[in-house]
């Protein structure tokens, strides 16, 4: 089993930066990709930014240019810089780690005050 947990969520101000950190531990297989999502009130849960294998990595559209992924191999952490942040961005964020499976965090809050 695989265990993902989420840190670095909070409170920030229109223009401001925060860092969001994943750490998988359990019996982990050979992973394909880990990032993370986004779920905003009312709305789907949608994709923010995938580190895959290969050492690639994509973004929505809509973070492209401010948000940053790395993924760090030998610790299985994965980590979301955020900057320029705006209250659009305020949604729980969620971490994921696919390998045979596709695994989830419980989500970190991300709040953007206007």
């Known amino acids: 089993q695989v265990q993902l947990v989420e840190s670095g969520g909070g409170l920030v101000q229109n223009g401001g930066s925060l860092r969001l950190s994943c750490a998988a531990s359990?019996?982990?297989?050979?992973?394909?990709?880990m990032g993370w999502y986004r779920q905003a009130p009312g709305k789907q849960r949608e994709l923010v930014a995938l580190y895959h294998s290969s050492g690639t990595s994509n973004y929505a559209d809509s973070v492209k240019g401010r948000f940053t992924i790395s993924r760090d191999n030998a610790k299985n952490t994965v980590n979301l810089q955020m900057n320029s942040l705006k209250p659009e961005d305020t949604a729980v964020y969620y971490c994921?780690?696919?390998?045979?499976?596709?695994?989830w965090g419980q989500g970190t809050q991300v709040t953007v005050s206007s």
């Open positions: 994921t780690l696919r390998s045979r499976l596709e695994y």
């Open positions: 359990g019996t982990i297989d050979s992973i394909n990709f």
